[in-house]
């Protein structure tokens, strides 16, 4: 056959070369996968075919079912997956099979490396499709003839090696037929329980018949879930429609079934997945729905159905006054498409709060997945995030290691409270030790601790909730939580007199220079010493971080230090006679214990030796 004229020869583009030689070694467990990505293809072809027909009537064999066929040879060690899809020309069998590169190949081929055992999580990543088929076969021959009627059928045949071949073939009916030589390990394959099981596990959901055998009966549910009475639909099978429509492992946090008359005709499936992490094979490749009309697949991530932080919804929206002959590109500039938008983001947003309502354990799980998306979509969107603010959860100064809404700081606010406060920071643990917070210990009055730095860019929108503003505690003037009657102690110990102040004040701006802007004594203080803060009239803090994170060059403004005139630190250095050389260290070491707990020391270990010689002094 290699010298009759009609072969053409090819050599596999080199990166699916590489890909093909790794797959063929592989040690990979799951194999079975192969024919999920066989049958998904056939789906695809049948998808495009059913969408071509929808403007076009002069295809071949326009009768013709839609439907797969596996047709499994034990004895012979064959199997046949075959479709009556739209086919291929030769020319397309050279291209989508061989020379053209793939763009997900070279990423799967420098993922792999050499690691041949853990396959299974660059094969889920990547999806390598057809070629997935050659860890179970030994040489693949597909047989396609296009549904263009002047086209003539042809074969592409490969061993999974350096090249493939193409020659015309003897097919009289549309659609496509991968035949595969099974290698000697895999002729499970060819079991017809095996298939049965795999397509029960992988591909039930598929939107076209899939049969075992000339004669078999179908083995797919088929079912387009969406369009059943919700009512006849149970949990579980939910559950199963999602895990095969992602390839997730965990069941959805919560999910939501839509079915809609008026304005627009609609049905849709809802999920929330338990992780904004990948599982393993998960589809969850890029944000968006599945776009149908009526039954077809029209998009497969379509991102004009929600707004860009509700991305991690998963799921299908299928409407009946999708007009069928837009162009899949001209989906998002119609009419429907807009009012869709409006009700499946209503509906999410409702299964949101439902889900905080009913079940805050779960929701806590799904904040530590997507809380930051709906921050982000606070900072970001332009209207209604108002509708947001009661999604989101913060950790708090009095509630250690819960999550709290704003509803809830605002229930457990002091009777004179007026502001919600709110503390940033770094991290969580480092805040609490704040001087900031010295007078919220004191009250117990409670502050929300923002600590990851999309919390910055959320600040910028969110500055009140209810009739409440909220309140940095870090601000110079902010206005300090009410004390409670009775609760007002004076201080206890000594204070520094009014009149050694200015004097402390003098010898601490000698000491520090350029470094502050300014040196005050504050009442706001109580269990530490001193505090930096901003001065006045310097952009918000919040603001200060944004510009951090967005221009790596922005340099912190200089911060005033407050002392607190009547903490033991503070006196004892009041009464230092001015020759002391404690005085200098102290007064350092009081600053530089300030700028770590903003968070600003540029190198705390260079406190060390400074420590030291107070240690030393301490001693004597
Ligand atoms: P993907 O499906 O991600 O595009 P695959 O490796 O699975 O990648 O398939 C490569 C291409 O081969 C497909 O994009 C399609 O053009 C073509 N193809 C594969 N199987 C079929 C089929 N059964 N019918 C028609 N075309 C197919
Ligand atoms: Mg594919």
Not at 373 to 392: R, S
Not at 436 to 455: C, I, N, Q, W, Y
Not at 467 to 476: C, F, R
């Amino acid at each position: 056959m290699t010298d009759s004229p009609a072969v053409q020869a090819m050599h596999f583009k080199a990166e699916t070369r590489k890909l093909l030689e790794i797959l063929a070694h592989s040690l990979y467990t799951e194999r079975e996968i192969f024919l999920r990505e066989l049958i998904s293809n056939a789906s695809d072809a049948l998808t495009r075919l059913d969408f071509e027909m929808l403007t076009n009537h002069d295809v071949l064999d326009a009768e013709t079912p839609l439907e797969i066929r596996l047709l499994p040879d034990p004895e012979n060690h064959m199997l046949v997956v075959k479709d009556t899809g739209l086919g291929m020309t030769a020319e397309e069998l050279a291209e989508n099979l061989g020379t053209i590169a793939r763009s997900g190949a070279e990423a799967f081929v420098q993922a792999a490396g050499d690691n041949r055992q853990n396959l299974g999580d660059v094969i889920g990543q990547f999806g390598v499709g057809f070629y997935s088929a050659f860890m179970v076969a030994e040489e693949i021959r597909v047989v396609s003839r296009s549904y263009r009627k002047d086209a003539a059928a042809a074969v592409w045949t490969s061993r999974g090696e350096e090249t493939f071949t193409i020659e015309p073939a003897e097919k009289t009916d549309r659609g496509t037929e991968i035949r595969i030589k099974l290698k000697e390990d895999a002729v499970e394959f060819a079991e017809t329980w095996r298939l049965r099981e795999i397509i029960k596990k992988h591909s039930d959901f598929i939107g076209f018949p899939i049969y075992i055998g000339e004669e078999g009966e179908q083995v797919n549910r088929q079912t387009a879930l969406w369009r059943q009475n919700p009512r006849q639909v149970q949990e579980g099978e939910y559950h199963e429609f999602f895990k095969q429509l992602t390839l997730e492992m965990e069941p959805p946090l919560t999910y939501a079934h839509m079915v809609v008359d008026a304005p627009v005709q609609m049905y849709a499936a809802l999920f929330v997945p338990a992780s904004s992490e990948r599982a393993l094979f998960s589809l969850r490749r890029e944000p968006g729905l599945k776009l149908y009309s009526r039954k077809i697949l029209i998009q497969n991530f379509c991102k004009d159905l929600l707004p860009t932080y509700l991305g991690f919804v998963q799921g299908v929206v299928d409407s009946e006054d999708l007009p069928l002959n837009v162009s899949r590109e001209s989906v998002q500039s119609n009419r429907v498409m807009a009012q869709l938008k409006k009700l499946v983001t209503a509906k999410v947003m409702d299964m949101l709060k439902a889900l905080a309502k009913d079940k805050p354990e779960q929701y806590a799980i799904f904040w530590k997945g997507f809380g930051r998306m709906l921050k982000e979509g606070v900072a970001t969107e332009a209207a209604e995030v108002e509708g947001l603010y009661p999604l989101l959860r913060f950790p708090t100064t009095t509630r250690p290691g819960e999550l709290v809404s704003l509803d809830a700081y605002v229930d457990a606010m002091k009777p004179a409270q007026k502001h919600i406060y709110y503390i940033l920071g770094e991290d969580e643990r480092s805040i609490q030790h704040s001087p900031h917070l010295d007078a919220f210990r004191k009250s117990g009055v409670e502050v929300l601790v923002l600590t990851d730095p999309m919390d910055n860019f959320m600040l910028l929108r969110l500055t009140k909730y209810l009739d409440y503003e909220l309140v940095n505690v870090a601000a110079a003037n902010a206005d300090l939580p009410p004390v409670e009657a009775g609760e007002k102690a004076e201080p206890e110990g000594e204070t520094l007199p009014e009149e050694t102040r200015a004097a402390l004040i003098e010898r601490i701006k000698g000491v520090l220079g350029e470094r502050v802007t300014d040196v005050r004594p504050t009442d706001r203080l109580s269990d530490s010493p001193a505090r930096l803060v901003d001065p006045d009239g310097s952009p918000d803090q919040s603001i200060q971080r944004v510009y951090r994170l967005l221009n790596k060059d922005f340099e912190v403004p200089k911060k005033v230090l407050e002392i607190n005139p009547a903490h033991p630190i503070v006196v004892g250095l009041g009464k230092l006679s001015a020759d002391d050389p404690r005085g200098a260290l102290l007064v350092e070491q009081m600053y530089e214990d300030a700028l770590l707990i903003e968070g600003l020391h540029p190198d705390p270990a260079a406190m060390i030796s400074r420590i030291q010689q107070i240690m030393q002094a301490a001693l004597k």
